[in-house]
């Protein structure tokens, strides 16, 4: 092991924490903790190569984030229609928070609109039902309503699903089966550099 190496911060150091950084700093949202008589909401997405999942909570009129949640889709789930895409992208962010939703009621927001209705439907694949029966088993045991949400309004969640293209091809396949959960933020920048947190 090398020896460490002690570091002085001086005047010329000074400069990497400038306006630029301090303005960076107040544009991300503090994670707030859950309020008991909050409404909680979950906005998913999913893409190509992954899903995002944020969970929010609504009370007085005013929405707060509490936790994020994006994950890599493996070469098996690549193939995935996009709607089993979306409803696995909330499959996932409900088992992720799980620990902030059981025994309350909340509100699952996709720009998915056939993610309502998929568990409604008669699915005449014979593997696609068996999926899908496994699906509605996990959730089962939660309490939520589904309402669509316009993509327009659903931006972080789809950034969360595809944020995993910043990274190189080679970092991308050797993390195919990985997720990653980040501390709060809402913008592209501190989204990337946020460490990873279990």
């Avoid at 994950?71 to 895409?85: D, E, H, L, Q």
Wanted: proline content about 4%; overall charge positive; charged content about 20%.
């Amino acid at each position: 092991m090398q020896p460490q190496q002690n570091k002085s911060f001086n005047g010329n150091s000074s400069g990497a924490f400038g306006p630029p950084f301090k303005s960076l700093a107040k544009s991300i949202p503090c994670l707030s903790l859950v309020d008991e008589q909050a409404k909680l909401i979950i906005d998913t997405d999913a893409s190509d190569i992954g899903y995002g999942g944020i969970l929010k909570q609504e009370l007085n009129g005013k929405i707060s984030i509490l936790r994020y949640h994006s994950g890599i889709w493996n070469s098996a789930k690549r193939n995935y229609s996009t709607v089993k895409k979306e409803v696995l992208a909330i499959v996932l962010s409900v088992q992720k928070f799980q620990g902030d939703l059981i025994n309350k009621e909340f509100l699952v927001r996709t720009d998915s609109k056939a993610s309502k209705f998929i568990f409604e439907k008669d699915v005449k694949n014979l593997i696609s039902k068996q999926i899908f029966a496994r699906w509605q088993a996990i959730l089962s045991c939660f309490d939520f309503k589904i309402e669509p949400i316009k993509g327009s309004e659903n931006s972080l969640a789809d950034y969360l699903s595809r944020e995993h293209l910043l990274k190189t091809p080679s970092a991308l396949n050797s993390q195919h089966n990985g997720t990653t959960s980040w501390p709060a933020t809402a913008t592209e920048p501190a989204a990337t550099a946020a460490k990873q947190s279990k």
